[in-house]
């Protein structure tokens, strides 16, 4: 639907990212973050330090303050207050990040992200004719995701055209793997704050780091911790987004950020699942296309052994 308009943009995008990134980054500083675009990544593509995947309009978001929703259910391995407690903690190493300026000091990214208390529904969907959440959600009981080496899956809808994130759910696959709170990490369980950390990231549209060390690096193994603090690659990625001047990096430049700080999701906030009306003259926005999963990188796989692979998926809708 949109293939005959995305090939005209793929160069004027990455000459974009370029000009976002000269004015942020000191020269000759190499990193190697990339954005998630509207484009679904290759299956064999893998990000490598000087190259990400390029094509479609990078994701963003909007306002200057985002909401989500844990599901109320939590999980058997990770109680309710531990998950909320750990999320925040994440999404704050993101939100917190001080960036370089062009005046020469540092200043705090231009996105805040909002607890905006429990929720009952636990679907990942978007709505777009009615209230939403950015639903957290684990999977206790069943993973459907492909294979059970995913650890979690974020998924994010967008507006094909420009980028902008709508709605950004994220499942954790405590049904195939031990995901763990404890300190020091079991050499066989997966640190929760890890997890979530990697995936606020994708939340707020970061891609897969090409940087082995970076948060945003595909691959994470048992009993490590490393992923829970944002390496020098993840703060560039971030601030490169959500300017400290409050603009966005878009396509074609640059666009100025929502007027003021509101969490509520697109069309209003609910915490219970919006089924679609029983007539099937709406469904029709129910059957967008959803985009092949994202890339799984496994390019360090020989070195980190058992590690399990994150994957960002990413679903396409025309309207909004
Ligand atoms: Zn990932």
Known sequence: MHAGALPLTRRAIAAAAGLALASVIAPGTAHAFCRTTTVPVAADFQPRPDKCWDQGVPLFWRNSCVGYSLNRAASRQVSF???????????????????????????????????????????????????????????????????????????????????????????????????????????????????????????????????????????????????????ADDVAGVCSVYRPDGTRAVLDGKITQGPSCDPTPRHGFTRECVEPPASGLCSKSEIAPRGPGGAVALGAAGLLGLAAAWRARRRRRRAD
């Open 81 to 231: 207050e531990d998950a909320a407690n750990g999320l925040s903690r994440a999404f704050t190493k993101w939100t917190g990040s001080s960036c370089p300026t062009e005046g020469g000091g540092a200043s705090r990214v231009s996105i805040d992200v909002r607890d905006l208390g429990p929720a009952a529904c636990e679907e990942v969907k978007y709505n777009q004719n009615d209230n939403n959440q950015n639903v957290i959600v684990f999977r206790d009981d069943k993973w459907t995701h492909g294979s059970g080496n995913t650890l979690a899956l974020t998924t994010v809808t967008f507006n094909p055209e420009t980028g902008e994130i709508y709605d950004a759910d994220m499942e954790i696959n405590t049904f195939d793997q031990r995901v763990t709170l404890t300190d020091p990490v079991p050499p066989d369980g997966y640190d929760f704050a890890s997890i979530v950390t990697h995936e606020a990231g994708h939340f707020l549209g970061i891609a897969h780091s090409g940087d082995q060390r970076a948060t945003m690096f595909a691959n994470y193994s048992p009993g490590a911790t490393a992923m829970r603090n944002l390496t």
